[in-house]
């Protein structure tokens, strides 16, 4: 008799004794990425607009406060003051009051009414790269339309006219963009604190110990304790969604079920991953913190917040190896873009791997460390 | 499932040169005992000195690092499942869910066993009529005394009807009424021709197995019947006789007794001083000494040694032969 799942149905049913006699922290584990996402969705805007600006108008005729009405009017820039002299301008800058300064010099419009190229000077804080980054774009294409505005007087006779066109977020719309993927987080977060505390918990309690001296093996232990916490999981990836849908308007294009189906195997990848910690935590002080280790990197390395192209080629591999990333894409891929299956079963496939890989490992430990402790 | 081989007269435990290493340390080196079907087996031993490892190895939690192991028959090393089938376990510190009731971890640990519904339910009636938790069986077991939990702990434990069980420690820190119950209990079990292997540091517990063993630092240094250990000659060197001398001044008696000749050893036993002396020493000699440097004796007569008086007779002689192989 080797049933390598032996011993399934009565932790999967302890289990889930264990956590319905635990109500407070599941409703406290259910409710906290909901109120979490609640201020992230209306706090977090990736939208850069109204950027501090001071001015240093040396010129001041007509010209110059039109230039300074389409940068407003750009809702990139927000004028917050006006200085009369160059160190004002610097001190404003270093000081954190402003992150950026426009000088026009006192020959602007002379130049200009003389069709000679004027100059203008923007100060930018590259402390902020992404405000710093908006701030040039703006700036610059600015400067390229009044050129050519001045140069050529009929717009529609451009040689090459680009058309961008935003699809599957035209409004660019910042919850739409940050939302999917915040699930993704939130998931993790929920599902690898549940398991990382449920071995440790018995190991510290001595019926780990307990559990060996019976026929019930590893995988069925495992398996046991991983199953109930899918079921909450996945009740958690339901209150986000509707949350997202009706809260925060977010339209989701693609079908949902399939979200759901591919929510499976991520959420079995980040259970096990708990499950792993677990096993290698002697005390729940210390799971406590091994749980922490794989939020930052599936923050910054799955394409979250950065896009994944902008790692540097040798740490690129690493976001292959983070759950997050492959669920990112199928969140954003459903939600967004409306993708099916097609596109994204090789995503649902890698989760599958990793989270067999995680659970095995644990699993492997089992029989050679744990038993000693 | 392969059946073993069951020979009747198999013991329930035979141990043939057990050796566990971690690392470079020796926790088990050589020891060799076996067990009779339904003997109350009490292994004794300081703390550190193996026997949790021994435990861990009979019950396949840990793999020997050399030696040979069968639980009723079976090779520890090639069928831990089979092993773990017909045994029980009860660690030191009870190994339940506190915040499942009294019933749910019966129940777990049937369903454990995959014992069948019907079969799980005759069980727990069995069990819980046995050790008198009925009235317990919907509390949660944290709510539970010491006492309770133990035997609810021991419940658990016996719910697949092993024929062998394990009990490390069942009585440290139980208050001494739930102490007696528990051996009552066991009485009533071996009996039933339940083997068991208990673990303690009391003295008066291992007075009552049937079988005793007593392990120093890795070592057996002694092995059999309560009274077959206490005619042992490193006990009662030949030519020696123990004595129990009560005094009111005990302190003060026993480091004059020491400086007597012919008097071997001597130690403080509440109020009085057990002393192994020789034989042709006169105890009315012995009192007029003692008298004579103004201490008052009520009593000297004769005493049988007790299983403390083996087990430390038995550690000094394993000390001084320690140190002469080191020497």
Known sequence: MTNIFRGFGAVFYKEALHVRRDAGTL??????????????????????????????NADG???????LDRLTNSDTFHIIRYVENDHDLNDMIIGGKARVGVKIPVDYSDRLLHNMSAQVLVLIDGSDSSVAGQAINVTTAIGLDESLRRVVQDRASFAVDMRPKLLFNPDSRSPNFFLPGLTAIMLLNVTTFLTAFSIVREKERGTLEQLFVTPVRPFGLLLGKLLPYLGIGFFELCLILLFMRFVFLVPIHGNVLLLGLLSLPYLFAALSLGILISSKANSQAEAMQLAFLPILPSVFFSGYIFPRETIPAILYPLSYFIPATY???ITRGIILRGATITHLWKDGLALCLIGAFLLIIAARRFHDKVIMA | M???LQIPSEPAISAEHLVR?????TAVNDISFRVGKGEIFGFLGPNGSGKTTVIKMLT????????????????????????RERIGYMSQNFSLYYDLTVAENLQFYGRIYSLEPARLKRRIDEIVQLNGLTPYLNRLSSQLSGGWKQRLALGCAMLHEPKLLFLDEPTAGIDPVARRQLWDLLFELSGHGITFFVTTHYMDEAERCSHVAYIYFGKLIADGTPNSLRELPDVQPHGTLRVEITTPEVTRALSFARQIPGIRSATIFGQSIHALIDDHFNLDDLREQLLQKGIAVAEIRPLAPSLEDVFVELTYKHQSLLEAAND
Not at chain 1, 61 to 67: F, G, I, K, P, V
Not at chain 2, 60 to 83: F, M, N, Q, T, Y
């Open chain 1, 27 to 56: 409703f406290f584990s259910l409710t906290m990425p909901l109120l979490q996402m609640f201020l992230l969705g209306f706090a977090i805007d990736t939208n850069i607009r109204q950027i501090n600006t001071v001015v240093y």
């Open chain 1, 61 to 67: 005729r007509r010209e110059s406060r039109e230039l």
């Open chain 1, 327 to 329: 669920f990112i894409n």
């Open chain 2, 2 to 4: 392969a059946t073993p």
């Open chain 2, 21 to 25: 290493r971690f690392g470079n340390f």
């Open chain 2, 60 to 83: 396949g939690l840990l793999p020997l690092s050399g030696g040979d192991a069968r639980i009723e028959g079976i090779d520890v090393r090639k069928d831990s499942e089979g092993v």
